[in-house]
């Protein structure tokens, strides 16, 4: 990336910026891009050397940006570049956060040419129904295109954090590579690297201070990463690789505990037993959020089982717990003394536990705000939740047996009591059978501060189960009575009017997911035309054709994307709007021939979003981008 | 992830609520060969043009038959559709994944046939999918270009670049051997391309000197070719 294609910055005069300096963070700014090396700074001369009286305008732009520097809310800053030219070109220089939404709206070139002296990145890549197989794999999202414009362009990076992307062992070598200051990464729901790659890591960053894996799928290529960090102590504050599904060498990992002082939060695998998180707890009682690898599987010895409790009980920071991948229940009392201050607990990658055992947990967490458990604590294990938790913000509640016909032993009796009981709920997920509009209406009169609302019956089509009535009311109470709701997802037997109510009342909603639901193309329409800051639609089938895709035209490139599967919208309704606008990227996904779900006139998959910079290069041979 | 899902059908049941109910259902085929098919259940939307109230009428019937339907579950086993509830696979497998003591040799993803290839001296190992190549040519200057990006750290200084590395694996000093079905360790480039691919499990890269214990045939050509 040469300076040259910074336009903007070529008639400026060399900032005096670098010498003058109003506040710290100001130079810092600048001193990190000049120090880093290279980056490409248009004509951002020497550190140091250049005095010469400034121009007004030039004193203007100092100003501006010493003032901007402060200004750390990305949506904050996206207004603020609006204001003038000259406000744009502060922006630009004083961001030193770039989130990309969508990794395929903007070129990494663009990105890197507007935003000079960036030490962190965010970025999104496949749509979220790719986690449920409705995307074939290698579709795209592949990280490589930006690490290696990145690694010319922000030397100085920091942090980076990749949701749904695909990233390979070369791109993280790539990372330990050119980022001498590298510090924080954190990888949600990402593929496409093995162990390998964290070794390159792990020897190679220095610096690091956070590696986060998250849900992601990492392929074990039988090396031993954890014994590649350094000798010598680390900066460790944050390892989390319980989703890695390989064998870890324990002795590495404990030595690497030992030598990691700062470390705070650490998320063990399954392959860790109970017997070797003894070990490690005892050798860091400064950790405040710990993820207990299996829990069970203890090393049975002649000997006495370890102090378990007392482990426990000496980590006195610890306020989030998550783990219990293969619990041995009859170990669960140890965590009793550090319940009381638990403001996060996670039971829902473990196995079942029952009622009785999470309510002798849940009892004793007066303080909890984060709740994430299986359905096999049945509903009354969440009204034992709700009588205690009384400052519950977050709720999720997964099914134990993810098929729609299982049995799942929550219901509306559960959600009802949770209402009741935690009424500063934000955000909910929740899985059931069985659900009562009733239950949902006292949902959203109990907790009016609801952010969040996901429900998923999973019996497709099933009505209100007392009632047998369609769950329309029960969903238009949520938007009407929940003033500050920007999610919902919904599901159930559902006709359109529940979707009336949604573009009536939902004029905050931002990201809306809806599966088997409604009769007709007004209700589409409706969502479209009433939904004003409506950015990701995610849409599964249901009877939506042309003619509600038609009714979004005005709405698309406000949208981050429109997602439409085994819908009913023809081939020639999706280039209709490719053809109304130019800057949407519309993308048919066409599923293999004998598995075709729908009639062959309609499209099995619609992906559409606004990009900068034209249709992707890298698209698959199954995706036609119209 | 697909794989679990059945798809056994009764046609006949299939055919009634198809018709009454507004379900999302495909014409289906019958796949006979239950256990391993790949099902992508994907059903689309009939339009059957009803209007609401027989709608919901017809729903709450159906709903109450179809769960009296589902609870032959043996016969009539509702079509699982893709990605429905949405969990993500993680957390699906979790009582599975239990239960699984080691993982398999090997992974078959669509047409792929992943193997794992380990060279000797190399820290750790690699996957190549065999149907990405034809020949053992293709294969060799694929592993080249993997194992040469290493940068290793103790001893094997020699494998710098790719074209010395092409050079010691096509010499006398490095064999390459992989493990069939049998569990046997056979040599790499007796069998005609297609039939390694059917067979290899496991790849491996070895020293010469190391390939002692192999199969007399291998051991044979090693011994002739130094």
């Known amino acids: ?626 | 992830m697909v794989g679990e899902e059945e798809n056994t059908i009764n046609k006949l049941d299939f055919e009634e609520t198809e018709l009454r109910l507004g379900l999302s259902c495909g014409r289906k085929k019958v796949h006979h060969d239950n256990d391993t098919t790949n099902v992508n259940g994907k059903r689309g939307f009939v339009d059957l043009k009803l209007n609401i109230s027989s709608h919901d009428i017809n729903n709450k019937n159906t709903q109450l038959e179809f769960k009296n339907n589902s609870s032959l579950k043996t016969q009539v086993a509702k079509t699982q559709v893709v990605g429905w509830p949405p969990v993500r696979s993680s957390r699906k497998n979790i009582l599975i994944s239990q239960k699984i003591i080691g993982h398999q040799e090997n992974d078959k993803i669509g047409n792929g046939v992943l193997v794992k290839v380990s060279m000797d001296g190399a820290p750790y190992l690699r996957k190549v999918d065999l149907n990405m190549y034809k020949s053992y040519q293709e294969l060799f200057d694929a592993l080249a270009k993997m194992f040469s990006s290493f940068t290793i750290v103790q001893g094997m200084k020699d494998f710098m670049n790719e074209r010395k590395l092409m050079d010691l694996l096509n010499s006398s000093d490095y064999v390459s051997t992989y493990q069939d079905k049998d569990g046997d360790w056979m040599l790499v480039g007796d069998v005609p391309w297609g039939m390694f691919v059917d067979s290899c499990k496991r790849l491996r890269i070895m020293k010469g000197i190391e390939a002692i214990g192999l199969a007399p045939k291998a051991m044979e050509k090693c011994k002739n070719r130094s």
């Not at chain 1, 250049?50 to 732009?61: M, N, R, T, Y």
């Open chain 1, 1 to 626: 990336m040469s300076g040259s294609e910074m336009s903007e910055d070529e008639e400026r005069p060399c900032p005096s910026d670098l010498t003058g300096g109003a506040t710290a963070k100001a130079r810092n700014c600048c001193f990190n891009a000049a120090v880093s090396g290279g980056v490409s700074g248009g004509v951002s001369g020497g550190v140091g050397g250049f005095h010469f009286s400034p121009h007004p305008d030039q004193v203007l732009e100092n100003v501006l940006e010493n003032v901007l520097c402060f200004l750390t809310d990305r949506r904050d800053r996206n207004a603020a570049s609006l204001v003038s030219k000259s406000w744009h070109r502060a922006e630009a220089l004083t961001r030193s956060e770039v989130f990309i939404g969508n990794c395929y709206a903007v070129s990494p070139g663009r990105v890197t040419a507007r935003f000079e002296r960036v030490t962190s990145v965010a970025i999104k890549g496949k749509p979220r129904f790719a986690d449920f197989s409705l995307l074939p794999p290698d579709w795209g999202a592949h990280f490589t295109p930006w690490a290696s414009v990145m690694g010319d362009s922000y030397r100085g990076l920091e942090k980076l954090y990749l949701k749904r992307m695909s990233i390979s062992d070369d791109d993280l070598a790539l990372l330990a590579r050119c980022f001498p200051s590298f510090k924080e990464l954190v990888l949600v729901c990402c593929e496409g690297f093995g162990t390998s790659g964290l070794a390159i890591l792990a020897r190679d960053c220095r610096k690091i201070r956070a590696l986060d894996l998250i849900e992601s799928d990492v392929s074990d290529d039988e090396v031993d990463w954890i014994s590649y960090f350094p000798e010598n102590e680390t900066c460790l504050e944050s390892l989390a690789f319980d989703c890695v599904e390989c064998p870890i060498d324990f002795e590495a990992l404990e030595k690497l505990v030992i030598r990691s002082p700062s470390l705070k939060r650490l998320r063990l695998n399954r392959f860790v037993s109970i017997t070797q998180l003894y070990r490690l707890m005892i050798r860091a009682p400064q950790l405040t959020s710990l993820g207990t690898g299996s829990f069970g599987n203890p090393t049975l010895t002649d000997e006495q089982d370890p102090d378990y409790a007392s482990a426990f009980a000496a980590c006195k920071s610890i306020v989030c717990l998550s783990g219990f991948r293969e619990i041995a229940p009859e170990y669960l009392p140890a965590i009793y003394s550090v319940c009381c201050n638990l403001t996060s607990l996670n039971f829902s990658y473990g196995a079942n536990i029952n009622t009785e055992q999470f309510k002798s947990v849940i009892s004793r967490c007066h303080k909890l705000q984060v709740l994430w458990v299986f359905d096999s604590v049945c509903d009354e294990g969440l009204e034992a939740a709700a009588e205690t938790c009384k400052d519950l913000r977050e709720i999720r509640v997964f099914p134990i047996e993810a098929r729609e016909d299982a049995e799942a032993p929550v219901s509306d009796v559960g959600l009802l009591a949770i209402s009741e009981g935690c009424r500063k709920l934000k955000s909910i997920l929740y899985f059931c059978q069985r659900m009562t509009n009733a239950a949902v209406i006292a949902m959203s009169k109990n907790c009016p501060d609801l952010v969040v609302f996901r429900l998923c019956i999973m019996g497709r089509h099933l009505p209100d189960h007392v009632t047998g009535e369609p769950m329309d009311e029960g969903f238009g109470a949520i938007v009407k009575n929940c003033k500050k709701l920007t999610r919902l997802a919904v599901s159930g037997l559902l006709t359109d009017k529940a979707f009336s109510y949604i573009g009536q009342y939902g004029k905050l909603v931002r990201t809306l997911s809806v599966a088997f639901a409604g009769d007709s193309d007004m209700a589409l329409k409706y969502v479209l035309e009433g939904c004003p800051k409506l950015q990701k639609l995610e849409i599964r089938d249901c009877p939506f054709g042309d003619l509600s895709l038609r009714s979004g035209l005005h709405h698309y490139y406000n949208m981050r994307f429109l997602w439409l599967s085994s819908c009913r919208v023809t081939l020639q309704g999706c280039q209709e709007i490719a053809c109304q606008l130019p800057r949407l990227v519309v993308e048919v996904i066409s599923g293999e021939d004998e598995e075709r779900s729908v009639s062959p006139e309609h499209v099995n998959t619609l992906y559409m979003y606004r990009s900068l910079d034209g249709p992707r290069a890298d698209a698959p041979s199954f995706v036609q981008i119209l």
